[in-house]
């Protein structure tokens, strides 16, 4: 049973940093792609960033290219989002998500998913 748990999440200030954790479990982790996504209030849910298990590239929406980070903890299976510079139109809730093999951007590519942790961004 494949499960990604988030956490991380709260509230900060505009130009704060945070860093949101997703805890994989049930896959074969070299075999998959893991990706954040985020939906704020009112809107499509949307990528955020993406990496390969196996090799560890990373790809980004460009909204958040040069201000978030995505890394891997194979020991802890985990993927970890580092969030700097962080803006109020950040605010929304994360989501973790998973698929095999191929790098993907679009929701209905994905076929596991996090419960999701709110992230909100002063001004």
């Known amino acids: 049973q494949v499960q990604l748990v988030e956490s991380g999440g709260g509230l900060v200030q505009a130009g704060d940093s945070l860093r949101l954790s997703c805890a994989a479990s049930g896959l074969t982790f070299s075999s998959y792609v893991l990706a954040w996504f985020r939906q704020a209030p009112g809107k499509e849910r949307e990528f955020v960033g993406g990496?390969?298990?196996?090799?560890?590239?990373?790809y980004y929406a460009d909204s958040v290219k040069g201000r978030f980070t995505i890394s891997r903890e194979n020991a802890k299976n985990t993927v970890y989002l580092q969030m700097n510079s962080l803006k109020p139109e950040d605010t929304a809730v994360y989501y973790c998500?998973?698929?095999?093999?191929?790098?993907?951007?679009?929701?209905?590519?994905?076929?596991?998913w996090g419960q999701g942790t709110q992230v909100t961004v002063s001004s």
């Open positions: 998500a998973a698929k095999l093999t191929k790098r993907g951007i679009m929701v209905y590519e994905y076929d596991y």
């Open positions: 990496i390969s298990w196996s090799s560890g590239s990373t």
